[in-house]
């Protein structure tokens, strides 16, 4: 018995000095081919790069998706426990084409083409377009035709500015001199000949990346491997990997989004209808609400980042699209308590405040919102602490009558006054176990 | 709060202790009649082994539905004083742990069966246990390091840690009740139900290797 215990606790000692001294070394870059992607994730592109360590890329199936080979330099990072990749010391192209294989056959050989980005609310917007070959390059077009468009009117802006204020401080100064004078001017007559002031260009709303080259693929659902050809025919080092397209489980179901008003960034999803929301006393919550599908855990957190882990049992809903024009129901049964317009919000932040901030409806015509843009949107949902605590519901209806599908989630109002009675509760087995000893132990001590 | 099923973890850690101690009660449960000698009394009557120990799993069992039952009045108690929802996860979990704290007695009752006395059993028992978590912990440092910083002799080490946790993860008891309780969260009821077989299989497999030690051992400590 004391040789198995000496034997264990050598084994565990041993494998922490394996292990402690390489923690404190500094990064190691190495250079790598890596995959760079560009790829479609239910909402819009987004990228990221695929490293050595990485066997298999995923990608949603019937979507473009663009991926290049790029040698780079790639160090481990650990407080994130993932590779970086250093493009902007070393980002060079490998050239040649790419093989799609199913099982061992070829079934696609892809040459580079020329693929952009378009972005029809801004590139902060949420979603994007990819479009490839000419169209890519007919899109750049009409952006850069629209921002020289917009510097133009800028540059006349600015002339107009110029001549505002000249005849600005022009009309002043005949204010001036006809007041000295002596004579009374009108009001009206003010306001009419006042110079107006020229109003500022809006900049074109939409975004077009520059295009650059990738291989775009586009397959439907399965398992393939990728390769790369070089251009004497030989496959190049480290580009062979698994490829796999997938699909959503399920569409267009509804989820929202929670933004608790005394902690406005510790944002939470509500996504499954079987999900309930717990609140205790008085609250107010902020709901977005979204279009979703649902994915494969694993394959669409390794769609986000190669890097990321996930479970292949496991599925997660993936928020699509903002649902817009509809109104919040907060009802008790059949009984509607309140009916919630979605309206922008501002977060305003305070100097000495409890929070540091206050939540406030934005109004673009106050002085301190003036050219500044919401914080969020949302349906404001206030509870107050009177309110009883029992179970609620909340719906979203399109029109009077005609709910949003899966809209609905139920809320309950946790009651925690009687926390202390759980206490009675967890002595119970206790009491139940006392009673049985002490009516054995008559049992088997005689009475005298 | 967001949550399906508030109350699965309280009952997850709740199934948890309970599990240690019906591990420690079946294990001293054949050692200890060994050590005081009624075990050789007793198989002077119209006892067998495998009827011995059917019984002493049973009797475990017994003790853990009659917890089942207080688990059930209690977390039903916490729901309707609470509101917080006493769901059909819970049942689920409530109902899948009978199976996995069947693993858990066999896994108890074979540990005694090997041993002649009570203090060995809890020692080998506690040792086993610290031997399958040392296992997990030393594969998640290994798995969490960088390729190059992984010298021969630590890939190897890695290599056979996670060979070594697979094989644990069949073995260990307690990854039978982890992994029914992560069937349910995950709602896969196939994985739910292929998880109760194969803690059937792996009760049997137990119970009968129980009976084959003791007929071996002899019932004198």
């Keep these: 018995m004391k040789k198995f215990i000496i034997f264990f606790a050598i084994t565990i000692g041993w494998i922490f000095c394996l292990v402690l001294p390489s923690a404190a070394q500094a990064p190691e870059l190495r250079e790598q081919l890596v995959y760079g992607l560009n790829v479609f994730n239910g909402r819009g592109y987004g990228g990221g790069f695929t490293p050595r360590t990485e066997d298999t890329i995923y990608l949603i199936a019937d979507k473009d998706n663009a991926i290049s080979a790029r040698i780079t330099l790639v160090y481990f990072w650990p407080i994130t426990g993932k590779y970086i990749a250093g493009f902007q010391t070393l980002n060079e192209e490998v050239e040649g084409t790419l093989e799609v294989l199913k099982g061992e056959k070829v079934i696609e050989t892809l040459e580079k083409e020329d693929n952009s980005l378009y972005y029809p609310e801004g590139y902060y917007g949420e979603s994007s377009l990819f479009y490839k070959g000419e169209e890519a390059h007919a899109y750049i077009e009409e952006f850069m035709k629209a921002i020289e468009e917009y510097y133009n009117q800028i540059a006349e802006y600015q002339q107009a500015q110029t001549e505002y204020q000249e005849n600005f401080d022009d009309f002043l100064e005949e204010i001036k001199e006809r007041t000295e004078a002596g004579e009374e001017i009108k009001k009206e007559e003010i306001e009419e000949r006042m110079p107006r002031e020229p109003k500022p260009p809006t900049p074109p709303q939409f975004y077009v990346t520059p295009p650059t080259k990738d291989y775009v693929i586009n397959l439907p659902v399965g398992n393939y491997k990728i390769r790369l050809r070089a251009e004497d025919g030989t496959i190049v080092q480290d580009s062979e990997k698994n490829l796999v397209l997938f699909t959503s489980r399920r569409t267009g179901g509804t989820g929202y989004e929670i933004i608790p008003g005394n902690r406005w960034t510790g944002r939470e999803s509500c996504d499954d209808p079987s999900w309930i929301i717990y609140l205790a006393g008085k609250n107010t919550l902020y709901f977005n609400s979204f279009v979703q599908d649902e994915y494969n855990e694993l394959y669409y957190n390794k769609l986000e980042d190669p890097q990321n882990i996930g479970r292949e049992e496991k599925w997660r809903w993936v928020h699509t699209k903002s649902i817009k024009d509809v109104t919040l129901l907060f009802s008790k049964g059949e009984e509607v308590l309140q009916k919630i317009a979605r309206v922008p919000y501002y977060v305003k932040q305070l100097a000495g405040a409890e929070l540091g901030y206050e939540i406030v409806e934005f109004n673009p015509e106050d002085m301190e919102m003036y050219g500044r843009q919401p914080t969020f949107e949302g349906y404001k949902l206030e509870l107050s602490s009177t309110l009883q605590k029992t179970n609620y519901e909340i719906n979203l209806e399109k029109k009077e009558g005609e709910f949003f599908p899966g809209g609905k989630r139920g809320l309950r109002l946790v009651r925690k006054e009687n926390a202390k009675s759980l206490y009675i509760l967890s002595i119970f087995p206790l009491i139940v176990g006392l009673v049985v000893f002490i009516g054995r132990r008559r049992k088997l001590i005689p009475k005298k | ?221």
């Design chain 2, 1 to 221: 709060m967001i949550s399906a099923d508030p109350l699965n973890y309280p009952l997850f850690i709740s199934t948890i202790i309970i599990s240690f101690y019906l591990a420690i009660l079946s294990a001293i449960s054949i050692s200890r009649e060994k050590d005081q000698g009624t075990l050789e009394i007793l198989f002077y009557g119209p006892v067998s082994c495998p009827t011995y120990i059917l019984g002493k799993y049973i009797k475990d069992m017994l003790t853990y539905l009659v917890v089942v039952v207080f688990f059930l009045a209690y977390f039903l108690g916490v729901s309707v004083l609470t509101n917080l929802g006493f769901s059909y996860g819970l049942v689920k979990i409530i109902f899948v742990s009978i199976f996995s704290v069947s693993c858990i007695v066999s896994f108890g009752l074979f540990i005694s069966s090997l041993t002649g006395k009570m203090r060995n059993s809890i020692i080998w028992l506690i040792g086993i246990l610290i031997f399958f978590l040392a296992i997990q912990v030393g594969q998640t440092i290994l798995f969490g390091m960088p390729e190059e910083k992984m010298s021969p002799i630590l890939t190897y080490l890695g290599n056979t840690l996670s060979v070594v946790s697979r094989g644990v993860n069949w073995i260990s008891p307690f990854s039978y009740l982890t992994r029914g309780i992560d069937t349910v969260a995950l709602d896969n009821t196939f994985l739910y139900w292929l998880n109760i077989l194969y803690s059937i299989i792996y009760s049997t497999i137990l119970l009968v290797l129980s009976i084959f030690t003791l007929k071996r051992k002899g019932v004198r400590g």
